[in-house]
């Protein structure tokens, strides 16, 4: 939904400008099927009439001929470990003439909306509304109503379900921002934005690379502000997540797109850049430097990294924590310091 409605609204606005041109570039995969959204991205070009600009994106799995294509900036970066992926799509707008890129990033975080509206509504006092989400959501996920009423509608007031989620293990200045918030969908809402910081990645250190400028018209400040300030039930509708973007772009692209639940994965693209970086990449961050810094027992730390190859469930913050230790390991090989 949201890179094909930005795609959808430039070329709407291109229309009132001759001088604005704008085209979509779109990485798709020949062996990765799961991975591949080409039935989607056929519709919306030929809507639009526009030609397809295609970057096949096979062979970039996650640190990708590391160490040598893991990008060194000036803080970890989580997305680093798909820096080969993000550089190729990058690189490939820019050969087609590309100034300036718009992505759908944000999109997730500002319109996705939560089950936690059910709060709200609770807190208000407005149950016929409240059941009137609850119903459709607990049959789609089959759960059970009074599982669902309890820990999304009426725990997060005591602090409980969703909202001890939400705070534990986690540090005490971020859980008092989220007290002095006054409604439920609008500490969601703080959660969300305050995950959006790893798009510095591709903005400050593949962007400089190429010379062109991103952006992500879902973080435009006057949209944030917009819908930080309407009714969470607008975003999340009896368990549609973006509701708004869907009514909104109706007829502005086609309905198996607007109405698509479900997000294209890349477990296997994940899996096949660990089973060609491992044996450069395990000897790499076996080290655990990460756990100098209190985040992980060092035991802990190869047990979790294991699993992970393995496709296991491991860890949350795994991701973060393999960021930290790669951007460790390049800062070691440059300052030659342990």
Known sequence: MDSTSVFAIAQHLSQFNSGYKTFAVSGIFNLHKSSDEREYIHPVLQQYEVEPRFEVCDDYGVF??????????????????????TRATIERSVKEGAKTILTGYGGDHVLGGSEVVLADLAGQLKIKAL??????FALHRRLSVPK???????????????????????????????????????????????????????????AAEFGVDISH????????????SIPGELCWNAGTPKWLLRRTMQNKLPNDVIWRENKTDHLSLTFQGLRQSWPVLYPAIEKGRVCRFGFI???????????WRQGHLTRDDIWVLMAIEIWLYRLEQKTSVS
């Not at 008092?176 to 439920?184: G, P």
């Not at 027992?297 to 699993?307: G, H, Q, S, T």
């Open 297 to 307: 027992d060092l035991k802990e730390w190869r047990a979790a990294l294991e699993l």
């Open 217 to 228: 018209p879902f973080l435009d400040r006057r949209l944030i502000e917009f819908l930080y």
């Open 131 to 136: 059941f009137s989400h609850i119903y459709p």
């Open 64 to 85: 990708y001929n590391f160490p040598q294509d893991v990008s060194f900036s000036f803080e970890p970066a989580v997305n680093a470990a798909t820096y080969a992926l």
């Open 148 to 206: 669902v009423l309890w820990h999304s509608a009426i725990a997060p007031h005591l602090n409980l379900g969703l909202i001890k989620e939400w705070t534990t293990d986690r540090k005490e200045e971020y859980i008092d921002e989220l007290k002095q918030i006054n409604t439920f969908n609008k500490k969601n809402f703080f959660r969300q934005i305050s995950g959006t910081k790893a798009r510095i990645f591709s903005d400050r250190v593949i």
